[in-house]
């Protein structure tokens, strides 16, 4: 269980006003919810309102300010593998062909050469990347990165799987056909996965609940549980005025936003 | 045509008309501004020069030279790669080391290596020691700036995903430092060798008494410029073919994974 307690964050302002005296500007504010094991909850919200940071808090990248995060009733020191990411811009080794760029985190860990072979060819098998092995990062389209990213986490056989906007420079088939491949993975596996995206349709296709921040600072404005069976029919009338609900919600949220930045 | 061909065909091309410029200007007393005899023992034309390179290549003197000097700047330059990089990845992961041995450095990287000949010789003596202390004061600086750079232009992301797999300082180093700081070992490495070489030369013509820079003084002395000319033109001949056989594989590595966009 993933606890997130009365977090508070601030950062430093990059460009100070001569009359501004106070240094710093709150990013997440008074930010408390849970995620059960298992649960599959997606954080929504403007761009810029913190959600990143929120989830860097959660791999341990990042210290709060005020409150805490609790990992099975542990406060979260630093990162570790029980809690693998998977970044927008992939960050794979552009040293290290496919293979090596999954079994990595295994050879850390020291585990022996065959237990690092075994588990690697399962992941490889798992996001369907076989006959690309040898292949190195630079060679790949955006969709296979991300396969290969997605394998480098789940290879560590972590509890939680932190995902910060994954899909989000993928064009849109590419997007939806590893929607579907990550839904059937958790399906399989049931990681505990936090998600953050600004995709109202994807928020709904993979999650269990959805969390819709306000911006600036962010709060949780909603938690929104989403009651569909799966595998999730996007053509459906629920579907679609979920959708539509939360994106309404956001259209609100970035209204306001706007007024607030032309009123600086 | 074959390409390899054509470069060959290039390069003979230049060497030609090189050493047919050079022959006409030895044998007409650098075009008739001095005398022909005295045109010929500043600029002793190809074929004598050809002569001159057969007497010391079967005496081995000019290739015994060549070999101390060789040796002076291949541990001077190794003792500088192994002090320099590990003081540059220092540097660039630890903010304390970095503001530390910063304003030191900014002192001590300007000084060209040469300058540091007079010292040497009072420390060590004329002798090996001294051209090695040179040589190796000579290429730290750009050893330790460029593997710096290198450090602090690796991408942050790529630390995080390893810390996230619980690495330790020194994976971190292996499994990303290293690797990403390749390109700018090169390019460190390369300056650092030719300040190698301009030290070991400096060393050896104030008083080091062997060595590639002391034939040079050895041939001003006794009035044999072709001996003079044969080192400056194997310094060029040994600067190639470190570039050849040792930077351009090293760079060959690394096109092998740089995103090519
Ligand atoms: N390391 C940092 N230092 C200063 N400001 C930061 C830092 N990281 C993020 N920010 C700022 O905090 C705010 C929230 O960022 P982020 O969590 O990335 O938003 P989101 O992921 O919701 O788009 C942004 O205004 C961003 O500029
Ligand atoms: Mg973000």
């Avoid at chain 1, 839904?183 to 936090?194: D, F, G, M, S, V």
């Avoid at chain 1, 600072?217 to 629920?238: C, G, H, K, T, Y």
């Avoid at chain 2, 190809?46 to 007497?55: F, V, Y």
């Avoid at chain 2, 004061?137 to 710096?148: C, D, K, R």
Wanted: with cysteine; aromatic share 10%.
């Amino acid at each position: 269980m993933i606890a997130i307690q009365n977090v508070t964050k601030y950062f430093k302002k990059n460009h100070l006003r001569k009359d501004e005296t106070d240094t710093r500007f709150q990013v997440l504010d008074n930010i408390t919810f849970t995620i059960q094991d298992g649960e599959f909850v997606s954080f929504i919200g403007p761009s810029g309102c913190g959600k990143s940071t929120l989830l860097r808090m959660i791999a341990g990248l990042l210290p709060a300010d005020g409150g805490r995060v609790l990992v099975d009733g542990q406060k979260v020191k630093g990162p570790g593998s029980d809690r693998m990411m998977v970044f927008q811009d992939y960050v794979l080794f552009p040293w290290m062909n496919v293979r090596k760029n999954i079994s990595a985190g295994l050879k850390i860990r020291g585990e022996n050469k065959e237990s690092v072979d075994k588990k690697t060819d399962w992941a490889i098998g798992l996001v369907g990347l076989e006959g690309f092995e040898q292949v190195y990062p630079h060679q790949l389209s955006g969709g296979m990165k991300q396969r290969v990213a997605i394998a480098r986490a789940i290879v560590m056989n972590p509890d939680i799987l932190l995902m910060d906007e994954p899909f989000g420079a993928l064009d849109s088939f590419t997007r939806i056909n590893l929607q579907e491949e990550l839904i059937r993975l958790w399906e399989k596996n049931h990681y505990t996965t936090c998600l953050v995206t600004h995709d109202c349709d994807e928020a709904v296709y993979l999650s269990d609940r959805i969390v819709v921040f306000t911006s600036s600072p962010a709060r949780v404005q909603d938690i929104i549980s989403v009651d569909l069976p799966r595998p999730r029919d996007r053509n459906r009338s629920e579907f679609i005025d979920l959708r539509n609900h939360i994106l309404q919600l956001g259209r609100i949220q970035a209204e306001q936003q706007e007024r607030q930045e032309r009123c600086l | 045509m074959n390409q390899k061909l054509v470069l060959f065909l290039r390069g003979c091309f230049s060497f030609a008309v090189l050493l047919a410029v050079w022959y006409a200007a030895s044998n007409t007393g650098i075009f008739g501004r001095v005398d022909v005899d005295r045109g010929k023992l500043l600029l002793p034309d190809p074929g004598t020069m050809a002569l001159e390179l057969w007497e010391n290549i079967k005496t081995g003197y000019l290739l015994y030279n060549i070999w101390v000097s060789l040796l002076r700047v291949l541990k001077g330059f190794c003792l500088a790669v192994v002090i320099g990089m590990p003081i540059g990845i220092l540097m660039g992961m630890s903010e304390t080391i970095r503001n530390f041995l910063h304003p030191i450095f900014r002192l001590f990287a300007p000084i060209p290596g040469a300058a540091w000949v007079p010292l040497a010789i009072l420390w060590f003596g004329l002798g090996d020691s001294a051209a090695v202390f040179i040589i190796t004061m000579g290429a730290l600086s750009p050893i330790i700036t460029n593997t710096l750079q290198g450090v602090m232009e690796v991408d942050e992301k790529l630390i995080q995903v390893l810390r996230i797999m619980d690495a330790g300082g020194w994976q971190i180093v292996k499994y990303c430092i290293i690797p990403s700081i390749i390109p700018y070992l090169v390019s460190g490495f390369r300056l650092g060798l030719g300040f190698a070489w301009r030290a070991v030369i400096a060393a050896e013509l104030v008083g080091v008494p062997n060595g590639m820079g002391y034939v040079l003084n050895v041939g001003r002395n006794t009035a044999n410029t072709a001996i003079t000319l044969i080192v400056i033109l194997s310094l060029g001949v040994i600067m190639m073919l470190m570039e050849n056989l040792f930077f351009t594989p090293l760079e060959c590595f690394t096109e092998n994974w740089k995103s090519k966009e």
